[in-house]
């Protein structure tokens, strides 16, 4: 075989194996029509992610639901941290879920309600987790059916393969701030900067570039523009395309390893789905964030700043006088 052949093969198997790695990507997030075709297949499992009560009132046909307050609250603890595994295992399990399904997880469009059960899953070594982006809000814009009946799967067997590689803990993101880890704050510019204080301290981890996870949205403003009432529906919770995606990510690199955090991990797994979808392998999310890095002294952080105790309690102070004055004036009535 000449030199030329030889190279000729080795290009062609090189584009086949990207075109492969691109396909792989591109099924971390699906649409409608993925749904529709794989939702009642054999060994697939749809995930509505969403409260009970919003399941109840309409779902995707087959859906099954965790309960409660939705799969993001079930599967984590009071302070919002993954429950340990065995716990994991149990409630899946008892779900009908096990490791090796196709897991399609939805919930209301562009919304961390599922991003969060999404990067459990991973965590916990299920392969095969799609994340259904637009969710409900797409279902019913596509004019699909609508079920109110409650599906109950039988009890299986979820033995998880814990992927460390997917969770970060504090002491993790400590041993690794010089060691050319990647760090994406998916927080607010204010929260960043440290002029929006939710911790003890307000700034940010050394290292970490500003990404916030709204800017993964068509519209980085919608969730304002819902609150206002200027917008009536989650449209521009949209993905972008993934050319303004990969311009958003440009600056990290997808060989190297990557760990998002917020508050208290849950907006940063947004970011973790985006970044899988894209091809980024090493990928982690920080479980404990900002609320326990800000809170520790002796964590190093960027541009620290600190409550004003003395105007708080003053505030307080004024509140508290005002709702005296309330309570005086409904007595007299």
């Avoid at 760090?183 to 002029?195: A, L, M, N, W, Y």
């Avoid at 789905?273 to 894209?278: E, I, P």
């Avoid at 404990?288 to 505030?315: C, E, H, T």
Wanted: charged share 30%; with cysteine; hydrophobic share 45%.
């Amino acid at each position: 075989m000449n030199r030329r052949r030889t190279a000729a093969i080795l290009i062609g198997l090189v584009l086949v194996l990207s075109l492969a790695g691109s396909a792989l990507a591109a099924e971390v997030i699906v649409d409608t029509a993925y749904v529709v075709k794989q939702k009642d297949k054999a060994g697939v499992v749809l995930l509505d992610a969403r409260a009970e009560g919003a399941y109840t009132k309409g779902h995707i046909p087959g859906a099954i639901t965790l309960g409660g307050r939705g799969a993001a609250v079930v599967l984590r603890d009071v302070d919002a941290r993954v429950l340990p595994v065995k716990t994991l295992e149990k409630i899946l399990g008892e779900a009908g879920i096990s490791r090796d399904m196709e897991i399609i997880v939805y919930g209301a469009k562009g919304d961390t309600g599922m991003t969060v059960p999404f990067w459990i899953l991973e965590y916990l070594g299920a392969e095969k987790v799609r994340a259904y982006w637009g969710g409900i809000d797409d279902w019913k814009a596509a004019k699909q059916p609508v079920a109110v009946e409650e599906r109950k799967l039988p009890a299986a067997k979820f033995a998880a393969k814990a992927r460390e590689d997917r969770y970060a803990s504090t002491e993790y993101v400590k041993a690794n701030l010089k060691k050319g880890v990647q760090i994406v704050d998916s927080r607010t510019p204010k929260e960043f900067s440290g002029d929006d204080i939710r911790a003890l301290r307000g700034g940010h981890i050394p290292g970490a570039v500003l990404i916030p996870f709204e800017q993964n949205w068509a519209d980085p403003e919608a969730a304002k523009k819902l609150a206002q009432r200027i917008a009536t529906n989650r449209d521009g919770m949209a993905l972008k395309d993934e050319k303004a995606l990969r311009e958003i990510y440009k600056g990290l690199d997808p060989k190297k390893e990557v760990v998002a955090y917020c508050q208290t991990g849950t907006r940063s797994t947004l970011t973790y789905v985006v970044l899988r979808s894209l091809g980024f392998e090493k990928v982690r999310n920080y479980d404990d964030s900002w609320i326990v890095w800000g809170s520790r002294l002796d964590l190093p952080v960027v541009g620290a700043s600190y409550y004003d105790f003395v105007k708080v309690n003053a505030a307080l102070r004024r509140i508290e006088n005002l709702e005296a004055q309330v309570d005086e004036l409904t007595r007299k009535r």
